[in-house]
T-cell receptor
């Protein structure tokens, strides 16, 4: 099956710094990628939809200035957590869509665990 | 907004036995997709099975099958011959267009 890779898989940073997480589709082109946030033993909450070459669409309640998303190519989307604080500590997961809109299959990355001290 | 409800926070099953995980959803659409995902301790999301709403036949994938009741908006997952490797968090998900909405999840424990 298609492979989606996230990097880094875990990161620890100091409060106030910015952290970038990459999501790459390794063997297919993804016009659309999605970013989720997951707290321990909870569900995945969609943060934003990332479209190649255009601005991301953020879900209600997600601060777009806090969570910067860039989808500069068909194989790479990045999530930057700016001025991170301890409450931003979470597990962040991306998924990429292979195939046409609405019917293409979604493939998930391995996730990135962010810990802000 | 679409909602997905998993009413069982935790379930346990004896190895080799069968277990059913429940899921209900709410939508006004007639064409959509439903999924069950497995998230083991590694946290990698793994697609278990998918169902297209316009198909009446229940999807099956080896030991995994679903009971899709469209009128009741119910989409349960049956795991037969449970194995230790089935232990994980299971998420039911609804997809309309590009957006995937997840249920709260059910932790499945498999006893040896």
């Amino acid at each position: 099956g298609a492979v989606v890779s996230q990097h880094p898989s875990w990161v620890i940073c100091k409060s106030g710094t910015s952290v970038k997480i990459e999501c790459r589709s390794l063997d297919f082109q993804a016009t659309t990628m999605f970013w989720y946030r997951q707290f321990p033993k909870q569900s995945l909450m969609l943060m934003a939809t990332s479209n190649e070459g255009s601005k991301a669409t953020y879900e209600q309640g997600v601060e777009k200035d806090k969570f910067l998303i860039n989808h500069a190519s068909l194989t790479l989307s990045t999530l930057t957590v700016t001025s991170a604080h301890p409450e931003d500590s979470s597990f962040y997961i991306c998924s990429a869509q292979s195939g046409p809109t609405n019917t293409g299959e979604l493939f998930f990355g391995e996730g990135s665990r962010l810990t802000v001290l | 907004a679409q909602t997905v409800t998993q009413s069982q926070p935790e379930m346990s099953v004896q190895e080799a036995e069968t277990v059913t995980l429940s899921c209900t959803y709410d939508t006004s659409e007639s064409d959509y997709y439903l999924f069950w995902y497995k998230q083991p301790p590694s946290r990698q999301m793994i697609l278990v099975i998918r169902q297209e709403a316009y198909k009446q036949q229940n999807a099956t994938e080896n030991r995994f099958s679903v009971n899709f009741q469209k009128a009741a908006k119910s989409f349960s997952l049956k795991i037969s011959d449970s194995q230790l490797g089935d232990a994980a968090m299971y998420f039911c998900a609804y997809r309309e267009g590009n957006k995937l909405v997840f249920g709260a999840g059910t932790i499945l424990r498999v006893k040896s």
